[in-house]
């Protein structure tokens, strides 16, 4: 069946996934091999996924006339043919090539213009092939490299929409994996002849669809990617002024560069057709924001009439939009004049039904602050995680009673306006996060007698740069020295795996160590730490890697001791509620089917109004065997 999404060496290509960038080095190697190695670095030093060139077998496609005497024929044959004799490589030289790509990470993609060429191709074990705008219609060497098995990148220049659709139907066909690029095959073409609205026609097809282009610079390969184009494939040449028809629409290698440079960030920003407030627009949407308030005190029984609601902020309760829907409502709790209205005065009977207590076989539980640590814990889960801000320290927080729960805090993430890093290059900062986290392991082992068992400490290794990138080996060092000089006090300490790009106040931040599953995994099982798994800050680093999230779990199951459930969406975008983000949690919840410790979801603001978004998350993570 046609798919809007195929595989190149186990690249997902198509809707959804980065733009798959093709460096089309062709025939500008001039048929040195050297040459053709030098274009193979560039394209790698630049970004591309890979590298496509051109094979020939002259002698299936030009009758023996042509090629010994093009000079009886018209121009274009009297300049081509010299051409394509001189730069075509040989079998022994393609193979190198193969290699050569594989050893740089590059996929490796050739035109066959023939059927002994594409057979040969299949002896290299390449990874796609590409079909010229010239075959199009060529139905014999398209069923001939369809039959092969492996994915098909098709261009559609000098062609009709009538020929684009039977090409398609052969190739369904077939069975065929492939994709289908919209191409204008002058050299060069000019932009007002581009027509990139072909685009949107071909995706009517349910297959990739990308852009093959002999336009001049990078403009309108970046608008074609911004437009949806899941593959650009462009020339590449070590030097336009080079003999060869087509270095002269090539990009060199600083052009090529920035042409993949800004593809990338036009893929940043199209993102998808989700919708999810950033963590800024989230505390914005608090600060600025407005919320159904009681203008007075309201007893519970109270009908809720339009005299006994006002629009006021901070945006901490139901939003303006739900005030129809509040009015004639029957209050189920007292209300104090200026208290905020929340989504369970719509609907109080809710959550009614719903047990908590029988929904989950481990140790759930929820986060606090000290400020509503109370409130929180009457909801009775049985781990309650103290989520600390550096002015806390300061505060007098005693308790009074015993809890039955387990106590896990968590160290402030910033001390005097900076960010704790245990990591740091900075003798000063780096000593000043190994005093938080004493100071952190000795309060909490002031609260432990409290509660049950023993408690658990968590503090985030740091590692993070505004622009530089940092040196691991370094990052690991300072980190195993801070974690000699930390002491626990009868805590079990708990590092917390770190997402690529964390958020935090003043700027966009690089995470740069206790990122990778093996990383993490390797550094636990030398210095005997365990971790808090953040599911969020994981799936992050998976999208922004392309690795796999149930193998990153896998790897680092072993040593996770607490987990924080949460879901995320795209590089960046932590902490969401879950099922609102990328995560697959049908997948990767039976990994932890047999989890029997710790975890609380960890939900951006889920601890606002008594804690309203933590429960949404348990009540969405309900269905699953935990």
């Not at 199209?270 to 949407?285: I, P, Q």
């Not at 409502?329 to 959550?351: H, M, Q, S, W, Y």
Request: aromatic share 8%; with cysteine; charged share 25%.
């Amino acid at each position: 069946m046609p798919t809007s999404v195929i595989h190149i060496n186990g690249k997902t290509v198509g809707e959804g996934s980065p733009t798959y960038i093709i460096a089309e080095i062709g025939i500008n190697h001039n048929g040195d091999i050297d040459l053709a190695k030098q274009l193979i670095d560039e394209a790698q030093s630049a970004g591309a996924n890979a590298v496509k060139f051109q094979k020939r077998h002259l002698p299936s496609l030009y009758p023996r006339e042509i090629l010994e005497h093009p000079e009886r024929y018209e121009q274009h044959f009297q300049y081509m043919i010299p051409i394509l004799k001189q730069v075509e490589l040989s079998e022994n030289e393609m193979a190198q090539l193969n290699g050569y790509c594989i050893e740089k990470g590059l996929d490796f993609i050739c035109t066959p213009f023939d059927r002994t060429s594409a057979d040969f191709l299949q002896t290299l074990d390449i990874h796609a092939y590409k079909i010229a705008s010239a075959d199009l219609n060529n139905v014999d060497l398209l069923s001939h490299v369809g039959s092969k098995g492996l994915p098909m990148i098709v261009s559609t220049g000098m062609s009709y929409r009538g020929e684009i659709r039977k090409t398609i139907d052969l190739l369904k066909d077939c069975g065929a994996e492939f994709a289908i690029l919209h191409c204008r095959s002058a050299y060069p073409v000019w932009p007002r002849e581009v027509n990139l609205k072909m685009i949107g026609w071909l995706k009517q097809y349910n297959v990739p669809v990308g852009y093959s282009g002999h336009d001049i610079g990078i403009v309108i390969p970046l608008v074609a990617a911004s437009m949806g184009a899941s593959i650009i494939e462009k020339h590449i040449t070590w030097d336009k002024k080079m003999d060869g028809p087509d270095h002269k629409i090539s990009l060199e290698p600083f052009e090529f560069k920035r042409m993949v440079r800004d593809i990338r960030i036009a893929d940043l920003a199209m993102a998808k057709e989700d919708r999810f407030l950033l963590r800024g627009e989230v505390l914005n949407r608090e600060v600025f924001g407005k919320s159904l308030i009681a203008s007075r005190f309201l007893s519970k029984g109270t009908r809720i009439t339009r005299d006994m609601v006002s629009i006021k902020g901070p945006g901490k309760g139901l939003a303006p939009s739900n005030l129809d829907d509040l009015v004639g409502r029957t209050l189920d709790r007292d209300i104090e004049a200026n208290g905020v209205f929340l989504e369970r005065d719509l609907d109080p009977a809710k959550d009614s039904h719903w047990d908590i207590e029988k929904s989950f076989q481990s140790k759930w539980g929820l986060i606090s602050r000290f400020s509503d640590f109370h409130d929180i814990i009457e909801l009775n889960p049985k781990a309650i995680e103290i989520h600390l801000a550096e002015k806390d320290l300061d505060l007098e927080f005693d308790l009074t009673r015993q809890y039955s729960q387990e106590l896990v805090v968590h160290v402030a993430e910033y001390l005097d306006g900076k960010l704790m890093d245990l990591c740091s290059a900075s003798e000063d900062i780096r000593k000043a996060s190994v005093d938080l986290v004493n100071t952190t392991a000795a309060l909490t082992a002031k609260l432990a007698p409290h509660f049950k068992g023993i408690p658990k400490l968590i503090a985030h290794p740091g590692a993070m740069s505004l622009k530089a990138k940092l040196d691991k080996n370094r990052l690991r060092e300072k980190l195993i020295q801070s974690l000699k000089e930390i002491d626990t006090v009868g805590s079990h300490l708990l590092l917390e795996n770190l997402p690529p790009y964390p958020w935090y106040f003043g700027g966009a931040w690089k995470g740069n160590f206790f990122m990778d599953p093996d990383e993490i995994a390797g550094f636990c099982k030398e210095t005997n730490v365990n971790i808090v798994f953040d599911i969020s800050h994981a799936a992050l680093y998976c999208n922004a890697k392309e690795k796999d999230l149930g193998e990153f779990v896998r790897i680092v199951y072993p040593y996770i001791r607490h987990i924080h459930m949460g879901d995320a969406y795209g590089v960046d975008g932590e902490g969401m509620q879950i099922h609102e983000g990328d995560i697959d949690f049908d997948k990767i919840m039976p990994l932890f089917s047999g989890y029997q410790d710790t975890w609380v979801p960890e939900v951006w603001r889920g601890h606002l109004n008594n804690g309203q978004g933590f429960l949404t998350a348990l009540r969405r993570l309900s269905q699953y065997q935990l």
